[in-house]
């Protein structure tokens, strides 16, 4: 059985970091694909990132309203991905989902972990 | 990239159709045949319900089927039940990114 569990969520300052861990298991995880996903409170589905298996170069790409401050890496010996998020601001306030991404579409998630940027 | 264009709720009465549409552009949804639709229960995470416009994962009833002409895709819920009350999202690749749609609020009447 596929799953996928997000940790390391919270409450975090404006301009804070924070970084959001995706413990995966059930499947082969060094050959999968995965991606971020964020949902604001009463929201909906956001695409954040992905990052591409490393036999696939491993690279990654992001959304536009997060380039630049956040970072997803992938540790394949801990069957473990990683959303590290800078600068954080209150509109990246959100439930995190990570996901696995197979031929372009997002067919397992995590249960989601809540990140809150609040003064 | 901008949000896919959903309406913002559709319903119907148990055992009837409802179809949901998801507009984009040329750039997303008319430009690749990877279109997605997702089932997201309150406080739940999303679920994978069509993928690559008209297919279906293991395990997703036949009364959800998928369509897509030019721009705009579309999910028709058929024979209605109660458990189908839910938020749809589609999704869209979009050379490199994916774009969700605003999300249809499903209400069985």
């Known amino acids: 059985e596929v799953q996928l569990v997000e940790s390391g969520g919270g409450l975090v300052k404006p301009g804070g970091s924070l970084r959001l861990s995706c413990a995966a298991s059930g499947f082969t995880f060094s050959n999968a694909w995965m991606s971020w996903v964020r949902q604001a409170p009463g929201k909906g589905l956001e695409w954040v990132g992905r990052?591409?298996?490393?036999?696939?170069?491993?690279?990654?790409d992001y959304a536009a309203p997060v380039k630049g401050r956040f970072t997803i890496s992938r540790d394949d010996s801990k069957n473990t991905l990683y959303l590290q998020m800078n600068s954080l601001k209150t509109e990246d306030t959100a439930v995190y989902y990570c996901?696995?991404?197979?031929?372009?579409?997002?067919?397992?998630w995590g249960q989601g972990i809540l990140v809150t940027v609040s003064s | 990239q901008s949000a896919l264009t959903q309406p913002p709720s559709a319903s119907g009465s148990p055992g009837q159709s409802v179809t949901i549409s998801c507009t984009g552009t040329s750039s997303d949804v008319g430009g690749y045949n990877y279109v997605s639709w997702y089932q997201q229960h309150p406080g739940k995470a999303p679920k994978l319900m069509i993928y690559e416009v008209t297919k279906r994962p293991s395990g997703v009833p036949d009364r959800f089927s998928g369509s897509k002409s030019g721009n705009t895709a579309s999910l028709t819920v058929s024979g209605l039940q109660a458990e189908d009350e839910a938020d749809y999202y589609c999704?869209?690749?979009?050379?490199?990114?994916?774009?969700f749609g605003t999300g249809t609020k499903v209400t069985v009447l």
């Open positions: 990052i591409k298996s490393k036999t696939d170069a491993g690279t990654t």
């Open positions: 999704s869209s690749y979009a050379g490199r990114h994916y774009v």
């Open positions: 996901s696995t991404l197979i031929a372009f579409h997002h067919n397992y």
